[in-house]
Nanobody
Framework: QVQLVESGGGLVQPGGSLRLSCAAS????????MGWYRQAPGKQRELVAR???????NYADSVKGRFTISRDNAKNTVYLQMNSLKPEDTAVYYC?????????????????WGQGTLVTVSS
C-alpha cells in the first residue's frame, strides 16, 4: 500500500509565498514523475507543475516564473515553492506520483493522488 501525505497549504496574502510538500510512503520500488495539480471551485483540475525522475520540469504558463517544483529522492518527497501568489492561485492543490509498487515480488505501476491541500490567496 502506498500513501501520499501533503502539507503546507493555508491562507496567504497576495504577493506572499507558500511551500507545499508531498511525501510518499509504503511499498515503493521506484518513483517516476511527480507533479502538482490544482482545482479551483467550478473548474477542472489542471496541471501546475511536473518533475521527472531525471529532474526535467514543466509548468503551466500561468505559474511560470513564480512557482518552482523540486524533489528529494531520498525522502520520496516533492515540493512546490509558490511565490508572488495571486488570488487566482486559490485552489485545492493535489500531488500525484507515478511509481512502481512492490508486494510479495509483484510489481505494479500506480498513479497515486494525495488528499489535497487548500491554498487561499486573499487580503
Amino acid at each position: 500500500q502506498v500513501q501520499l501525505v501533503e502539507s503546507g497549504g493555508g491562507l496567504v496574502q497576495p504577493g506572499g509565498s507558500l511551500r507545499l510538500s508531498c511525501a510518499a510512503s509504503g511499498s515503493i520500488f521506484s518513483i517516476n514523475a511527480m507533479g502538482w495539480y490544482r482545482q479551483a471551485p467550478g473548474k477542472q483540475r489542471e496541471l501546475v507543475a511536473r518533475i521527472t525522475s531525471g529532474g526535467s520540469t514543466n509548468y503551466a504558463d500561468s505559474v511560470k516564473g513564480r512557482f518552482t517544483i523540486s524533489r528529494d529522492n531520498a525522502k520520496n518527497t516533492v515540493y512546490l515553492q509558490m511565490n508572488s501568489l495571486k488570488p487566482e492561485d486559490t485552489a485545492v492543490y493535489y500531488c500525484k506520483v507515478d511509481l512502481v509498487a512492490v508486494d510479495s515480488r509483484v510489481y505494479r505501476y500506480l498513479e497515486v493522488w494525495g488528499q489535497g491541500t487548500l491554498v487561499t490567496v486573499s487580503s
